[in-house]
């Protein structure tokens, strides 16, 4: 890797032989270490990332047109989540340690002594995230699960911010070695063909990408076309609809506009989370609000020129559809800042170019689409494929007509929302960021919180093992004080030393 003032070279083909064998060489010591020794290592990132705040952030908003603001807080998002997964690792639950002793009782006859945990998959390879220099970015969470589970991890940086990524991956590759992780434990590799050549290498027992539906499904075919498939966990693309009852739109038309109008256009409307479609009674007074509101929103950058050309190119797809009403169109992008755009329609032209309609649009640009009756916004949700989120806005006394739209949309979405906003996902133990495809490729994990370390690890079984065999969490004495379910009861002897 050669970095200059403005641009960094591709990965040569010895660098990235030496680095993928380095980390196939660091999977064992690094898998090996307990889940308390591995959480300093987490906390070494952190820690280092943090100190080097005032370096990184001016490196990101060159690179990614983004706010200072934006990018702290973008940051302390990415060293909250690496401290919360060594927590997370020092608790220990994650590794699911479950413990049957012999029984010659049990009622499908004696029943051997068979113990069960979850271990790592071996190296990952990472794809970096334009939208989110930090977060889903080289040491975003994606890189925090993989370390957390025990995974060596390689990040294929984004083309949209080199010289952010390089300098990331010098820093969290200093802080692990100083903090006493295996050589090969972390590193940084650029240039596409590089990726993709990465994710062939059977080395690599695991990938994961956020990026659009067609990038994203092209490596998902070649990591499931391997000789040796390997779990590949992609997020794409997904529209996030919002549906707003009637009872709802007549009570608080103005409230729905301006948060509606603040979510689609957060962060000029590049998070996957955008809600893409709004669905409103004909006739609503939230129409208007929401071009009024969108309409004192100025241009702002979008992250670089291959977003800007897809956005345009959406626009056109969006506006050139027969039905489709521009009510608020900005000017063409300029110097890669745009102002919001919003579109209307109905929902039976909606049904008739739902192939065309129903494609995100990467960028501040929305969909309202009036629905004449329940049925109409019934028949609407039916139509979407998988989302990350699907939001609804109601009142208390329409629940009874809100509940069958939910089970629809549960089939559909990953997280579903009252009478909230879908931007913003919280770094939590309850979340899930996820959904059926497009919106990723294993509807089943998530990319945000805690559980987002399961996608990393695999269970594997000891039968009648001798005791001095078996891993430590596994053994008869509790002495990380985990919990653990032994003979169907979960327990936690907290006999730490």
Not at 137 to 142: E, F, I, N
Not at 144 to 170: E, F, M, Q
Not at 359 to 371: M, Q
């Amino acid at each position: 890797m050669t970095v200059s003032p403005t641009t960094v070279e591709p990965t040569t083909s010895e660098q990235l032989e030496a680095i993928l064998a380095a980390a196939a060489a660091a999977s064992e010591p690094l898998g090996s270490l307990l889940p308390n020794e591995r959480a300093p290592l987490l906390r070494a990132v952190a820690d280092a990332l943090d100190a080097a705040a005032d370096e990184l952030v001016p490196l990101a908003m060159e690179e990614s047109h983004l706010p200072e603001g934006r990018l702290r807080g973008e940051l302390t998002r990415t060293t909250f989540q690496l401290r919360l997964f060594a927590e997370v690792l020092e608790e220990g639950s994650y590794l699911e340690a479950t413990i049957d002793t012999a029984d010659p009782d049990w009622g499908m006859g004696p029943r051997p002594d068979v113990r069960r945990m979850l271990v790592p998959l071996g190296p990952t390879l990472v794809y970096a995230a334009s939208n989110f220099p930090f977060a889903f970015s080289v040491a975003g969470g994606d890189t925090a699960s993989a370390l957390a589970a025990g995974c060596p991890v390689i990040v294929k940086a984004h083309s949209g911010h080199p010289r952010l990524s390089a300098r990331t991956g010098t820093i969290v590759k200093d802080a692990l070695a100083q903090a006493g992780a295996p050589h090969g434990t972390f590193d940084v590799i650029f240039g596409s063909d590089q990726g993709v050549q990465a994710l062939r290498d059977p080395r690599i027992k695991a990938g994961s990408f956020t990026g659009s539906i067609p990038g994203g499904r092209a490596l998902f075919d070649i990591a499931s076309g391997r000789p040796d498939p390997i779990p590949f966990y992609g997020e794409l693309g997904s529209l996030n609809p919002v549906f707003v009852f009637p009872g709802a739109a007549k009570a608080r038309p103005d409230e729905i506009a301006t948060g509606f109008c603040g979510s689609f256009t957060l962060g000029v409307g590049q998070f996957c989370t955008k809600p893409g479609l709004l669905f409103v009674p004909v006739g609503s007074a939230i129409v208007d609000a929401v071009v009024a509101a969108a309409r004192d929103i100025g241009p702002a950058p979008l992250l670089n020129d291959r977003i800007a050309r897809g956005y345009e190119q959406g626009l056109r797809r969006l506006v050139e559809v027969e039905g489709v009403q521009v009510v608020l169109h900005a000017d063409p992008v300029r110097d890669l800042a745009v102002a919001p755009t919003l579109v209307k329609t109905t929902v039976p032209n909606l049904l008739e170019h739902k192939d065309e309609l129903l494609e995100e649009c990467f960028g501040p640009a929305s969909i309202i689409v009036e629905y004449a009756d329940l049925d109409e916004l019934t028949r609407a949700a039916e139509a979407f494929g998988g989302n990350l989120t699907a939001t609804v806005h109601a009142e208390e006394s329409e629940t009874d007509v809100v509940a069958p739209l939910l089970t629809l949309l549960r089939e559909r979405a990953g997280r579903l929302l009252w009478n909230g906003w879908p931007t913003g996902v919280s770094v939590t133990y309850a979340m899930h960021h996820g959904g059926p495809w497009p919106a990723t490729t294993a509807s089943i994990h998530t990319s945000v919180g805690t559980t987002a370390i399961r996608r990393f690890l695999r269970p594997v079984c000891y039968q009648q093992m001798p005791a001095a065999l078996l891993p430590v969490p596994l053994r008869d004495e509790n002495v990380l004080g985990i919990p653990r379910r032994v003979n169907g009861v979960l327990t936690k002897d907290d006999v730490r030393h």
